[in-house]
C-alpha cells in the first residue's frame, strides 16, 4: 500500500516538471589542445558515461541528485542519437553543460569508477569562485539536479555521494588537478 502512496506522489510531481524549458542546445566541445595531444588511450568502447570534476578554491563542484538526495558528478551517459559515436570527452562535456550550465573546458583524463565512468578534469573561467557553497541547476535540469553544490572532498565520507565508491576516485582527481596547477 505504501508502494501505491509514493507512486501517487511521483505522478502528481510529474507533470509540474514537465512545464520546464528546453535546456538550449549544447555548445561546442571544448577539449584541451594538450588533451589531444597526450592521446589517452582509452578503449571507449569499455566506458559509456563521463563526468567532470571542476575545481573550485580547494572544492569541487558536484550536483545534488534529485531522486537520491545525495552528491553526484556532473555528468552521464554517452548520446546515441548523433551519426557519430561521441567521444568520453565530449560526453563529459555535453552532459556537463545540460546539469549544471555551465560550458567547461575538458583539461585532462583523471581516472575512472569502479562503475566504469571517465573522470576529467574541467576548467571554468565564470567566476565559479564568487557562487554561494549551493545554489540553483538550470532550470532545464530540475528534473534530475536539485541543486549544485561546491564542497571539500576531504569533509565527504561514503554515505553523502549518490555512488558510495565514488568517493576515492573523487579525491584521487582532486589532488591530480591540484598538482597540475
Request: proline share 2%.
Given at each position: 500500500m505504501s508502494f501505491l502512496f509514493r507512486l501517487s506522489a511521483i505522478l502528481a510531481v510529474l507533470p509540474l516538471f514537465s512545464c520546464n524549458p528546453d535546456a538550449p542546445n549544447d555548445p561546442v566541445c571544448r577539449?584541451?589542445?594538450?588533451l589531444v595531444l597526450t592521446n589517452v588511450n582509452l578503449n571507449e568502447g569499455q566506458y559509456e558515461a563521463a563526468a567532470c570534476i571542476i575545481k573550485t578554491g580547494?572544492?569541487?563542484?558536484?550536483?545534488?541528485?534529485?531522486?537520491?538526495?545525495?552528491?553526484?558528478f556532473p555528468g552521464g551517459g554517452k548520446s546515441h542519437n548523433n551519426e557519430s559515436e561521441q567521444s568520453l570527452a565530449c560526453t563529459a562535456h555535453?552532459?556537463?553543460?545540460?546539469?549544471?550550465?555551465?560550458?567547461?573546458?575538458?583539461?585532462?583524463?583523471?581516472?575512472?569508477?569502479a562503475r566504469g565512468l571517465a573522470l576529467f578534469g574541467?576548467?571554468?573561467?565564470?567566476g565559479l569562485d564568487d557562487l554561494p557553497n549551493t545554489f540553483d541547476a538550470p532550470p532545464w535540469s530540475v528534473i534530475e539536479v536539485v541543486a549544485l553544490e561546491k564542497v571539500d572532498p576531504f569533509l565527504l565520507n561514503h554515505d553523502d555521494l549518490r555512488f558510495s565508491d565514488d568517493l576515492?576516485?573523487?579525491?584521487?582527481?582532486?589532488?591530480?588537478i591540484k598538482n597540475k596547477q
Open positions: 577539449v584541451a589542445e594538450s580547494n572544492k569541487v563542484l558536484m550536483i545534488r541528485h534529485r531522486l537520491s538526495g545525495k552528491l553526484d555535453r552532459e556537463t553543460w545540460e546539469e549544471t550550465g555551465f560550458n567547461v573546458e575538458i583539461q585532462q583524463f583523471l581516472g575512472t569508477t574541467c576548467g571554468l573561467d565564470a576515492i576516485p573523487l579525491r584521487d582527481g582532486y589532488i591530480a
